[in-house]
């Protein structure tokens, strides 16, 4: 049974920082590229950041690009998100997503396996 738990989740300040992290169980977690994605009310889900399954190769929404840093742990089966100077527009439920291909995608169709969410709140 594959399990993806999130955690780090939070409430900051606008200009603060958290860190996500990202357990997987249940596959074999080199073989999967990961991703982040959220959802904030009444929005649809939104590609945040992506890692391919060597960790040689990641991808950034416009809107984190710089902010934000993807990586992960291929011995422990972690993916891991920093988050600096966050924006209160950042604010929404993050989700870790693992697809059974050699590279990250932005789209949520090739993502097999979710977890179940962490809350990120930002307040202004």
């Known amino acids: 049974q594959v399990q993806l738990v999130e955690s780090g989740g939070g409430s900051v300040q606008a200009g603060g920082s958290l860190r996500l992290s990202c357990v997987a169980s249940?596959?074999?977690?080199?073989?999967?590229?990961m991703a982040w994605f959220r959802q904030a009310p009444g929005k649809e889900r939104e590609f945040v950041a992506g890692?391919?399954?060597?960790?040689?190769?990641?991808s950034y929404a416009g809107s984190v690009k710089g902010r934000f840093t993807i990586s992960r742990d291929n011995a422990k089966s972690t993916v891991a998100l920093q988050m600096n100077s966050l924006k209160p527009e950042d604010t929404a439920v993050y989700f870790c997503?693992?697809?059974?291909?050699?590279?990250?995608?932005?789209?949520?169709?090739?993502?097999?396996?979710w977890g179940q969410g962490t809350q990120v709140t930002v307040s202004s």
């Open positions: 890692i391919s399954r060597s960790g040689g190769s990641t």
């Open positions: 249940g596959l074999t977690f080199s073989g999967y590229s």
């Open positions: 997503a693992a697809a059974a291909t050699p590279v990250q995608f932005t789209s949520p169709g090739p993502y097999g396996y």
